[in-house]
């Protein structure tokens, strides 16, 4: 863990009166406001953070969207992110899947008494760096401490704000026959790079999460392809399975998709079935399935596969007037099955 940690600190940690969060930390008081000075508000300042209020006043120009998400992930630090910089992540891509472009962002932290200064910066960077790649501001938030035993290092909120792209019209009800069915890149990466360190599981790889803002992607797509992008929505939770039952079941139509046609690094599906999990079902962080209309389909993976964040983009099936309501896989060798709803946790606190 130290190594990881080692590796995300690109900005020197202050001295802060103590090496773990004390109760203290959550009073109010003078050590509450030692932390947020010489952490918080130091490593993520801007004009409006700048004014330390309760909140954040600003303006919006046309059609804004708004998301809010909290992160409970363990561990906390992990190849290739942490849960600061997936929290940023994640709200902006939910903003993006609205086909907006992140604006503002609030940041919320209940923080368990011990946790350790030196993790606590290591979180700071990550949500540092993910704003400034992403290209918005932290313009308020909160922080709560509690009693040791009562949380689990940290958990995080976040929520934000964003101007929707005046070509965007992204909504289910709008889906066609016909229409195909891109992911962004490969499958699984986040969920089983996250189960390779869990105590008790952890296996040799160098696999990283593919956490990553999306919101630069989908605008440029947006740019090209308007109204013709139909759906967007990032398969976190549930994965990709998840996401196709949702959208079948609001549209009463059929998706069909290829097993040959998805994309999964081969160390990913090496360790899903030496673990016994099924892909389609594994949480993805930096990835966004699109359902687009036919005739720009080809076009439009063209111009992902250009991108580094989407060059193993595909497209792994269309819609059909068959099986209203479900998800069909076509398997490798011919035959086909209905992809259900995941039943119960495959992969507890993922994200």
């Known amino acids: 863990m130290s190594e990881i940690i080692k590796m995300e600190l690109q900005c020197p940690m202050p001295q802060f009166d103590f090496d773990v969060i004390t109760m203290g930390h959550g009073s109010g008081g003078l050590l509450t406001h030692r932390l947020l000075e010489s952490g918080v508000f130091d490593l993520l300042k801007n004009d409006l953070l700048n004014q330390q209020h309760d909140g954040a ?16 992930i363990s561990p906390i630090i992990f190849p290739g992110g942490n849960i600061g ?6 709200t902006v891509n939910d903003l993006a899947m609205c086909g907006a472009a992140a604006k503002y962002l609030s940041l919320g932290f209940i923080i368990e008494e011990g946790f350790t200064m030196q993790e606590f910066w290591t979180v700071l960077n990550g949500i540092k760096n993910a704003a400034e790649n992403a290209g918005i501001k932290i313009v308020t938030g909160d922080t709560k401490v509690v009693e040791k035993g009562k949380g689990d290092k940290i958990f995080i909120n976040t929520s934000g704000v964003g101007t929707v792209h005046p070509k965007a019209a992204i909504h289910h009800n709008r889906i066609e026959v016909g229409d195909k069915i891109i992911i962004s890149g490969n499958l699984a ?3 089983i790079t996250i189960m390779s360190m869990r105590k008790g599981l952890e296996f040799e790889t160098d696999m990283v999460s593919d956490t990553t803002n999306l919101n630069h992607i989908i605008l440029q797509l947006l740019d090209r392809f308007g109204e013709n992008i139909k759906f967007l929505r990032d398969p976190t939770r549930g994965g990709l399975a998840s996401v196709l039952n949702e959208v079948a079941g609001l549209t009463k139509l059929g998706y069909r998709i290829e097993q040959k046609l998805l994309p999964i690094d081969e160390q990913v ?7 016994g999990l ?40 269309e819609v059909t007037n068959d099986n209203s309501g479900k998800v069909i896989l076509k398997s490798n060798i ?13 992969l507890p606190r993922i994200c």
């Not at 910089?85 to 994640?90: D, F, I, K, T």
């Not at 011919?334 to 495959?346: A, D, I, P, S």
């Open 57 to 72: 006043v600003f303006e919006l120009l046309g059609k804004t969207a708004f998301s809010t998400d909290s992160y409970v």
């Open 85 to 90: 910089e997936l929290a940023v992540n994640g």
């Open 189 to 191: 990466q986040h969920g």
């Open 269 to 275: 599906e090496g360790a899903c079935e030496m673990l």
């Open 278 to 317: 099924d892909p389609l079902y594994v949480a993805n962080e930096g990835l966004f399935v699109a359902i687009v209309k036919n005739s720009i389909a080809n076009e439009m993976l063209e111009l992902m596969k250009q991108d580094s964040k989407t060059s193993n983009a595909a497209i792994i099936g």
């Open 334 to 346: 011919g035959g086909t099955r209905v992809v259900n709803y995941l039943t119960g946790e495959q």
